[in-house]
């Protein structure tokens, strides 16, 4: 979180006030969209602060993207105020925002050159910054070779580079990725999310939609999950997952498995199990009524020999589908 | 205004890149060139020699025409009014062609009836025009200034002779000068088509290959739509200009090598009674006669170009603005290419209709029903033409700029209209395309 600071003057110049304003890079108030009869977005609110990571999650269909081109400008909401960094969101505040859809293309007999100018000009860039920052991209991809190329001779794992240098070569404050991560290859998924890391460290602020819960969980500070037109959940990853954590502990050891359910007894349960290698394991265990971490510790300890054990979080992956489906069963009850 | 302009050149690079772009440039110019030959060299072939009778009840013609006989045409006059049933039927007059109309009128309304037997070619009926033209003006010099002729024809208008049949005076047709209008007319008819489509398969591209999406995060569709037809725009302008340098060098080979007895001034030469032209040395006379022989007479005069041009510009970009918006906004609301082709077919039939008005014009320049079609803005750009290129009766030329203006008018409507389609539908992928649809996206904000 980024506090600005500034100074207000008071009838003693002596004594000086400062007041911390804290600075939303993107605050959407009970935004409301509909398509004809259909309900897309039912006053969905979310807040991004300056400099973190937001994943906007949600099943197909959800109003993901319906969202994001909201706040692109590109549809107009229904009902609702978009502001960004605490002004009515506008027109010139384009040019400060990176959007990199998820049906994404280029013109296929352009260069890349020539693509990064067009776009950089239509994001109001001068053609020298266009060529500057390009230049910067090109030596950290270390894709030289392609300026003169055109989109049709690359890879489409050349192109996902270009699409992505051609989002930020304008330097947004703010960066929207739809599905940054679907038919990436892993290498060009591990780059970017490095790419997407060291902007967050430079203060930029980074939104994205993604399936990729691997991805979301390794790189989100923040989501927000919506589900059928409606927010119904909002937080950070770490306490998301803190919250929602059941009891379960990993136990990696080696000897002998028989021994280990052995030791259990009736106050543990054991869930999962990985076969490691000859006589290694790890095993999930669930405590059962007052049991706690320390006494199953005490319980193993001298039937194996334990290498590590470990508290298991619900994974995202987890969350997301307790969370639809705790949803559904709700409306359906309704 | 800038986006759509980066847009626009953007669009022009690619189409000046482009294969079809050049292809175009070489065999359009080949194609009109074509055409001329044959009117021309084709055209002669049918009757070579004429009779033609000129009733000049007020002897304004002074029984002169030639200087000297022209082996093609001959000349009598007779200083009363035939009849024209009289004249198709009556035996002593059946020697003759034509019959070539003067009333006392002509010097004011500039404007004569040819009533003719049998069609003649179009080197016939431009030679027969181009001789009674020398001399009206030679007389015109004559009777009301004191110009030299070169003085004279850069002032005057030029006569319009109808062509008439005898045996069916009523029907209009076979106006040469309307037949250009025509021909102005389907050039601009053919551009609207090939750079409409041309905007249509940009679009489609643009959303099959999901470009639009990225775009539209930097500009308005409204200016996306604007930017695309300007840049296809600029790139049928240049691609017209290219026209025009290539047919020009056309023309100018073919007058100096295709036909060269064109050129023969003394078989051009009209009586020549007025000092200026008497005065003129030789070589002065000769450029003045190969200036004036028939072929420059009917490319470089009888199409006016000046005037034409200038409002061939004016309804080629207006008419493309009007009909290119149709292509644009079925682009953006087809589901998919093919989507696009089979919606276009409604556009097409339109541009058939425009083709077929601009006939209907030719035939009939006077019916109401031309009238109307000169109004319709999908019609308008062809009519307008050959209206133009028949001449629009005397205190009626405003109409031309009536028509302008409705269809002006007409574009800039289409384009609102046109600009919600575009808005609604160019982020709908994949979808079956209906008229109910349209309906719902014209009528969403």
Partial sequence: MKYHTFNSNTLSQKKTTFIQILVNMLKLEAISKSFYQKLALDEVSLTLEEGEIFGLLGPNGAGKTTLIRIINRIVEQDKGVVRFKNELMNDKHLAQIGYLPEERGLYRTMTVYDHALFLGRLRGMSKNDVNTNFNYWVDKFEIGDWRKKRIEELSKGMAQKVQFICTVLHQPQLLILDEPFSGFDPINVELIQQELKEMKAQGKTIMLSSHNMKSVEEICDRVALIHQSKKILEGRVSQIRESRKDGNFAVRFSGSMIAFVNALWTGFELVDKEILGDNRFVAYVKMRGENNFQDLLQVLLGQIQIEAAWEVLPSMQEVFIQEINHSNQTQDEK | ?445
Avoid at chain 2, 5 to 16: T, Y
Avoid at chain 2, 57 to 75: F, L, R
Avoid at chain 2, 90 to 113: G, H
Wanted: net charge positive.
């Fill in chain 2, 1 to 445: 205004m800038k986006n759509s302009w980066i847009i626009a050149l953007r669009e022009l690079k690619e189409r000046m890149r482009s294969k079809s772009f050049i292809a175009m440039a070489i065999v359009g110019p080949l194609l009109v060139l074509g055409i001329t030959y044959m009117l021309f060299a084709l055209g002669g072939k049918n009757k070579t020699h004429w009779n033609v009778l000129i009733t000049d009840p007020n002897a304004i013609m002074q029984a002169k025409i030639m200087a000297q006989e022209d082996a093609t045409v001959s000349y009598d006059f007779a200083n009363d009014y035939i009849e024209i049933e009289d004249f198709a039927n009556n035996p002593r007059f059946q020697k003759y062609d034509a019959m070539l109309e003067v009333n006392e009128k002509i010097l004011n309304n500039k404007t004569a009836f040819l009533f003719y037997r049998e069609k003649p070619s179009m080197q016939m009926a431009t030679r027969v025009q181009y001789q009674f033209e020398r001399r009206l003006e030679e007389l015109m010099i004559a009777q009301f200034t004191s110009l030299s002729v070169s003085d004279f024809r850069k002032i005057k208008q030029p006569i319009n002779v109808a062509m008439r049949n005898v045996y069916d005076p009523r029907d209009e047709a076979s106006d040469m000068s309307g037949w250009v209008g025509f021909f102005f007319g389907g050039v601009i008819l053919l551009f609207i088509f090939l750079f409409g489509m041309t905007i249509l398969r940009s679009i489609s591209k643009e959303k099959s290959n999901r470009i639009v999406e990225v775009l539209l995060a930097s500009v308005k569709p409204r200016q996306l739509m604007l930017g695309k037809i300007m840049g296809i725009g600029i790139a049928a302008f240049l691609q017209f200009a290219l026209w025009i340098l290539f047919v020009g060098i056309g023309l100018y080979v073919m007058r100096e090598t295709l036909f060269p007895d064109l050129l023969d001034a003394s078989k051009m030469d009209v009586v020549q009674m007025t000092e200026a032209m008497k005065n003129q040395t030789l070589q002065e006379q000769m450029l003045s006669a190969k200036e004036y022989n028939q072929f420059v007479e009917l490319i470089y005069e009888r199409i006016r170009f000046g005037n034409m041009l200038g409002y061939f510009a004016l309804f080629l970009a207006v008419g493309y603005l009007f009909y290119g918006t149709f292509f644009a906004a079925l682009g953006a609301v087809s589901g998919s290419e093919s989507d696009g082709q089979q919606f276009v077919i409604p556009l097409i039939a339109l541009l058939f209709l425009a083709l077929y008005a601009g006939h209907y014009a030719l035939n009939n320049p006077t019916a109401e029903l031309t009238s109307w079609f000169s109004y319709i803005p999908f019609t308008s750009p062809v009519v307008c033409m050959v209206k133009l290129a028949q001449g629009y009766p005397q205190g009626q030329g405003y109409l031309i700029y009536v028509s302008f203006l409705i269809l002006l008018v007409s574009a800039m409507l289409v384009l609102w209209a046109a600009g919600r389609l575009y808005k609604n539908g160019i982020l709908q992928f994949g979808h079956r395309l209906g008229f109910k649809q349209l309906f719902k996206w014209i009528s969403r904000a």
